[in-house]
């Protein structure tokens, strides 16, 4: 059944807020904006909120009406009555379905389009991959989850990496130490030092670092069965990636970019950090 919330038009500037209260989880919280009548449900990158995407206001806004969700320890969305061992060991990958049967309970089950950036991508390939006959469009910049960044999953898999990330959490001195000599090796750029300096300087945002790339570790995508089901599907797929991304480049995503039969992929002159205003100029060009 069709929901009637999807002939409320709202102005640019209005924002609605809700939550998902999700079985086994917790609640998530999600921020509408949008004057579209298309539903997307948008998952953004670390440090930020479902917000993020209110940059892109006449690109993406004036098609969609967005459903901008918090991830776990970001926003005002909160894990409920999970320890931490049961945090580090990782949400298992289908409790991604939960979001969308608790939204279909609210807004009815219907079609829908999916936009992820940066870590927030895994969770909209995962919603592809188990809902591809409903999806209409896919848009992933900077995306991961089409590929294995080895910093994160050194730090999310690998023992010692493990145990290295859960003393860096503890340390006032250590984290900023290890951030800059990454940034020495050129393995990041300043603006995403910048960013994570930020996200580090508390013991609680160090923690809820420590914390979200822990619960995440396992929602990685099956990248084959989503291109064949994008193809299959002929879902409209757009990739946007930075030229100087360090951590998810487009080089990175080829074997998957090559599996799709009519991909519009982007490639612009900017680094990881690319939902600016930039990329909204540039969309609507």
């Known amino acids: 059944m069709k929901s009637a919330h999807l002939h409320i038009r709202i102005s640019a500037h209005q924002k609605i807020m809700g939550f998902l209260y999700l079985p086994g989880l917790g609640k998530a919280h999600f921020h509408e904006y949008g004057t579209g009548q298309k539903p997307m449900l948008a998952f953004h990158g670390y440090g930020m909120t479902g917000k993020q995407f209110q940059v892109l206001e006449r690109s993406i806004l004036p098609k969609y009406h967005i459903y901008g969700f918090d991830h776990f320890f970001h926003g005002g969305s909160k894990l409920e009555g999970w320890t931490e061992e049961q945090i580090t060991a990782g949400m298992p990958k289908d409790m991604v379905r939960v979001y969308m049967q608790e939204w279909f309970k609210m807004y009815g089950e219907q079609r829908f389009s999916v936009m992820g950036y940066s ?140 599996k799709l039969d009519n991909a519009e992929v982007h490639e612009l002159a900017l680094g990881h950090w690319l939902v600016i205003k930039a990329l909204d100029e540039y969309l609507v060009q």
């Open 119 to 258: 870590i927030g991508a895994n969770l909209a390939l995962i919603l592809l991959e188990e809902y591809a006959h409903l999806i209409d469009d896919v848009i992933l910049m900077a995306p991961d989850g089409l590929s294995v960044y080895k910093g994160f999953h050194f730090l999310l898999h690998n023992p010692l990496g493990k145990f290295l990330f859960r003393r860096v959490t503890k340390s006032k001195w250590l984290a900023p130490f290890v951030l800059k000599t990454v940034k020495r090796t050129g393995l990041i750029d300043h603006n995403l030092y910048q960013i994570a300096y930020n996200e580090i300087d508390t013991e609680q945002k160090r923690l809820d670092t420590y914390y979200t790339l822990n619960l995440i570790r396992l929602l990685k995508p099956d990248v084959e069965k989503v291109a064949i089901q994008i193809n299959q599907y002929k879902i409209n797929c757009q990739l946007i990636f930075g030229k100087d991304d360090k951590l998810f480049p487009k080089s990175a995503a080829m074997p998957f970019i090559e």
